[in-house]
């Protein structure tokens, strides 16, 4: 049965908070890789206004780190700032900053996500609804019950699009006022693993430039984000303009990967003097936007402006 929302984002002490608490290493070590299953699959199930899901799962990139290890071991040492794009519940980015500072390196994380801030919005007894911001339901409870508030295909044919369509339009403005009035609790949509821990989770949308990032990293990572299957290819050049922005300088790095399963396919590259991407490794059959990345026309114009 779905956990609900209410149950998942409940106060310390319920199940989810087990593993946290401190004492008897071992077990709370088993606690704890239990819970971050539970919460990974919570989350996974949640899908964002703009057709993303917030799927993840501890350990996914235990073979990118082993692929692209030795590269980043010589290339990213010492003090260093990361960008985790698009980095989820920050669970992943959590795992991120132990193996890099396993490697040698004292990094600086930043996750972002443009989905963090939910609410929580009571709307009979029994009946509540995890919302985003604007009124998107995420997720609707019922009886102690976790309803999916998104369509898939199969409800075309078994009609269930109806009622899901309906529930959304209809409850879209009543959860906008409740949560403009304040008549709503504010939730994270965070892994419970970052707590304690000196990274930042913040909302950031990757197609609008943000100057406090500029020129700020020496790595970045957007994994399972910029999808060919999520955005289009104009789209993705604005993620990428905004990504070049973002690197410290010739010499930073970025790797961008999509994972189905087991399977990953992606590209480190590496910004040059002259302001372009050029491939430095690849995994499986390598990013899907590889050509997108380093056919960058914005790098272009800009040298020849300048
Ligand atoms: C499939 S998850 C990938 C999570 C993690 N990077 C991983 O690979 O396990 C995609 C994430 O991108 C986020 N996202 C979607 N659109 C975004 C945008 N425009 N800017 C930043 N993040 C975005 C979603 O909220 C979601 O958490």
Request: with cysteine; proline share 5%.
């Amino acid at each position: 049965m779905t956990l609900t929302a209410k149950r998942f984002f409940s106060p310390p002490g319920s199940r989810l908070d087990r593993g946290f608490q401190a004492g008897r290493a071992k077990e709370a070590d088993r606690s704890m890789e239990a819970d971050l299953a539970l919460e990974c699959e919570y989350f996974s199930n949640l899908k964002m206004r703009n057709g993303t899901f917030k799927l993840t799962r501890p350990s996914r990139f235990a073979m990118l780190e082993a692929v692209f290890g030795p590269i980043l071991r010589e290339r990213v040492k010492g003090p260093c700032t990361v960008l985790d794009i698009g980095a989820s519940t920050g669970l992943t980015t959590v795992e991120l900053a132990d193996f890099l500072r396993a490697q040698g390196a004292a990094p600086h994380v930043i996750g972002t996500d443009l989905f963090i801030e939910a609410h929580l919005v009571d709307l009979a007894p029994g009946i509540h609804v995890l919302s985003d911001p604007d009124g998107w339901p995420l997720q609707y409870g019922v009886a102690g019950v976790g309803i999916r508030a998104w369509v898939r295909r199969l409800d075309y044919v078994t009609l269930a699009v109806l009622p899901r369509l309906l529930a959304r339009s209809l409850l879209r403005p009543r959860l906008r006022r409740q949560i403009a009035a304040g008549a709503s609790q504010s939730v994270r949509m965070e892994s419970r693993a970052l707590s304690g821990r000196p990274i930042r989770l913040v909302e950031n949308d990757i197609f609008v430039p943000e100057p406090a990032f500029e020129a700020r990293f020496d790595f970045i990572r957007a994994a399972n984000i910029l999808n060919l299957g999520y955005f289009k290819p104009d789209r993705l050049r604005v993620a990428i303009a905004n990504i070049r922005a973002y690197c410290r300088g010739p010499g930073a790095l970025l790797l961008v990967v999509k994972t189905g399963g087991a399977q990953h396919d992606g590209t480190l590259f590496e910004l040059g003097e002259a302001g372009s991407f050029r491939v430095l490794a690849r995994v499986g059959k390598g990013s899907e936007i590889e050509a997108l990345v380093v056919g960058d026309a914005g790098a272009a114009e800009r040298r020849g402006a300048s």
